[in-house]
């Protein structure tokens, strides 16, 4: 290892369900506090990947076994790996960094498929490649063995999250119960208790439909700051199927795949009117979400592109006016796009130290479980972590 003592440097790499690229962010940590958040990067994928990755989804609802690779699956895992590579030598080389300075690199590779119910979650992405590429060692695959212990396999931000709340300074500390929103593809929530309680589910669709909706509609990839939102009304007809979804009344709360909510079909709504009824579906889900909760959070933290939609934040911000107030994660010190990755690298250094990521509240599982792969750089032999938890 690069760094002695129990600190260690970390990359973390996510790329999400919304599929614009890679997010890359450097963590000192011990694997509980985190001791200092570092620079980041963003890689995006040009649009003809992003093709691919879109056709690699549909390829992938063949898949069975999760090393099965339908399809042009093989060619896209590599091409992802290797991007991946790329981007973390780019990192490197704008921060002066050495390879060797790096303990470990936190590796989430790409959703492609994901359900729970089946105990089946894929990400693309070959860990020991990219080891072998980069020089550093990587720990990867940090969903599936929660799965096998009955638990979801997703969402894992939760624990970064509240170690992030441990570090919460001036006004804010004060401030619980607190929920973090990250709003990505999907929206996921993770509410931590005055009391340390930590329970954390997706909450519904995020910015993926919206994506969607303005992709088909206006050819552009999102709605930059909800500008077209912002032309259009709330369709309640159309807000209600969305809303009326067993899946916001379910006793069990699940992980959603990123097909589980669709987009409105064609004659449903036009531009505006549709971007502005899915923002606002998106802002109720997470209202909702208070229903499943003990407590209503006192303080919101948004995180992910969707914090960027002044529709979503608002809608948000109306509907828990009389509990909560809603900032973004920059409000309270912290990287709103950066926080995933770098919740991969404190992921990594607690993998390596055999300590839990997942809990009981998190993810369902049935006690707290560590989880990863682990890929050394020098060798070709890849170990499974042993957990001790
Ligand atoms: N300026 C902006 N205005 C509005 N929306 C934005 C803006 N920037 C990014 N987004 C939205 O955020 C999305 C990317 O968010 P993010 O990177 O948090 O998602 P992700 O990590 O891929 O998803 P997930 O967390 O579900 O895995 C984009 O697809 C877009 O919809
Ligand atoms: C299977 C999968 O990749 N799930 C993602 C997805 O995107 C958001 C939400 O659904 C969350 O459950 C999860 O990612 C975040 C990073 C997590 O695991 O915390």
Redesign the pocket.
């Known amino acids: 290892m690069a760094n002695e003592g129990s600190v260690k440097r970390a990359i973390g790499l ?1 790329s ?5 690229g890679i ?1 890359l962010a450097l963590l000192d940590t011990d694997g509980d506090a985190v001791v200092l958040r570092g620079a980041s990067s963003f890689t995006p994928f040009d649009p003809k990947f992003r093709k691919r990755l879109e056709v690699g989804l549909e390829a992938a609802k063949a898949i069975e076994e999760r090393d099965q690779r339908p399809g042009d699956l093989v060619a896209i895992e590599t091409e992802l790996t290797d991007l991946h590579a790329r981007a973390v030598q780019a990192f490197l080389t704008r921060e002066g960094l050495p390879a060797g300075d790096i303990d470990v690199i936190g590796f989430h590779g790409q959703t492609v498929l994901h359900r729970p119910r089946q105990a089946l979650t894929v990400q693309l992405g070959d860990g020991a490649v990219l080891a072998a590429e980069t020089g550093i060692d990587v720990v990867y695959d940090l969903r599936a063995r929660d799965m096998e212990l009955g638990g979801q396999g997703a969402p894992l931000v939760p624990a970064y999250h509240r170690a992030l709340a441990a570090g919460l300074s001036g006004d804010w500390a004060g401030k619980m119960p607190v929920a973090f929103v ?1 709003i ?3 929206s996921n929530i993770t509410y931590i208790g005055a009391d340390g309680t930590l329970l954390a589910f997706d909450s519904g669709p ?2 993926a439909l ?2 969607q909706w303005v992709t088909r509609h206006a050819g552009i ?6 500008a077209i939102a912002s032309e259009g009304r709330v369709l309640s007809g159309l807000a209600n199927r969305y809303l009326s979804s067993p899946f916001f009344t379910a006793r069990e709360r699940i992980s959603l795949d990123r097909n589980d909510f669709l987009p409105p079909e064609d004659h449903e709504a036009g531009l505006e009117d549709g971007a502005r009824t899915l923002a606002f579906v998106t802002a109720a889900a997470i209202e909702k979400a208070q229903a499943h909760l003990p407590e209503k959070p006192k303080l919101w933290i948004l995180t ?3 914090r ?2 002044r529709m979503i934040v608002e809608d948000l911000t109306v509907a828990t006016r009389h509990s909560g107030e809603v900032i973004i994660a920059e409000e309270a010190g912290l990287n709103g796009d950066s926080m ?1 990755a770098e919740a991969w690298a404190w992921l990594a250094v607690r993998s390596l130290a055999g300590l839990p990521i997942t809990y009981p509240g998190t993810t369902g599982v049935t006690e707290p479980a560590t989880g990863g792969v682990l890929a050394c750089s020098k060798g070709t032999q890849t170990q499974a972590v042993k957990p001790e938890n």
């Open positions: 996510m999400g369900t919304s599929m614009d997010d990250n990505g593809g999907i995020g910015n919206i994506d990839p999102y709605d930059s700051g909800g992910g592109g969707g960027h939609n995933e």
